[in-house]
């Protein structure tokens, strides 16, 4: 077996790695449930070399990535459910009939046009699926993956909604309701009751998202630049401390917090 640019030879070393006789004990052991999250860090592990900007580690975490659906694929096609060629058709089905201004008759001369045809075309596609199910009012919610991350969730969950009208009217309205879910905290952390406290922060978590969704902001991103600067800001603290020849866990908050000063100065520069 040599490597090749064809995808089908990625298939091949599936197929053999699955292989009862001869085949890798650990991929045998392996089913959809104790891969899936390998697939959820393998699209993180893409995000964060796009965000470096290291295309070396975006080819190869790429080619992590492109494995997950070849193995579930592979898993399916043992099952008799289907096999990556479903899965390849399927989607560029779907990409066909979402792109009726690319590979068909229909107009859209603007990137607005054709978003809203594509979001008519999903909606079209989520009553469908309902359909299939024997749903006859689909929720404008559905499709909406319980497993993105709580952020990302929310955002999206307020996106859609706003799609019916169902939306504070502006950047202001929701700035509001992040000060009363605040003040709610609050409140909660006094009464000492933990369940509440545990509700309202949640509620303050969802009306942050909300509020990053009507200034434009994707939520989820700028938490993890806010992760890397405490990262690197806290990385700064722990040097100083090494300078001064002292623990970190020695050194007293005032003396840390004068070291995260420095740093959050030099920022501001």
């Known amino acids: 077996m040599q490597p090749s640019r ?16 001869g085949g890798c004990p650990w991929d045998l052991e392996q ?18 070399a796009i965000e470096r900007a290291d295309f070396a580690d975006l080819r190869e975490e790429l080619g992590d990535l492109l494995l997950q659906p070849i193995y579930h694929a592979q898993m399916a096609s043992e099952l008799g459910q289907f096999d990556i060629g479903d899965v390849i058709y399927g989607i560029t089905e779907k990409l066909i009939r979402r792109h009726p201004h690319v590979f068909g008759d229909m107009d859209a001369s603007s990137s607005n046009a054709a978003k809203g045809r594509w979001e008519a075309i999903k909606a079209e596609e989520r009553a469908a699926k309902a359909a299939r199910k024997g749903e006859t009012t689909p929720s404008i919610l559905d499709d909406v993956p319980n497993v993105l991350p709580a952020l990302a969730r929310a955002e999206k969950l307020t996106k859609r909604a706003a799609k019916v009208g169902f939306d504070w009217p502006d950047f202001q309205a929701v700035q509001a309701k992040v000060e009363e879910e605040l003040a709610e905290v609050a409140e ?3 009464s000492g009751n ?3 406290v545990h509700e309202e922060i949640g509620d303050l978590l969802f009306a942050v998202a909300n509020l990053a969704r009507h200034a434009g902001i994707d939520a989820e991103a700028a938490l993890r630049d806010a992760n890397y600067k405490f990262t690197r800001r806290f990385h700064h603290v722990e040097a100083r401390c090494r300078e001064d020849s002292i623990e970190p866990g020695e050194a007293g908050l005032e003396r840390l917090d004068r070291y995260w000063n420095e740093v959050r100065a030099a920022d501001k520069a």
């Open 6 to 21: 064809d995808i089908s030879r990625l298939i091949e070393i599936m197929a053999a790695l699955r292989n009862p006789v």
């Open 31 to 48: 089913d959809f449930s104790s891969i899936r999250h390998y697939t959820i860090e393998e699209a993180y592990e893409v995000a964060d």
């Open 188 to 190: 909660a952390q006094a």
């Open 194 to 196: 933990a369940a509440a």
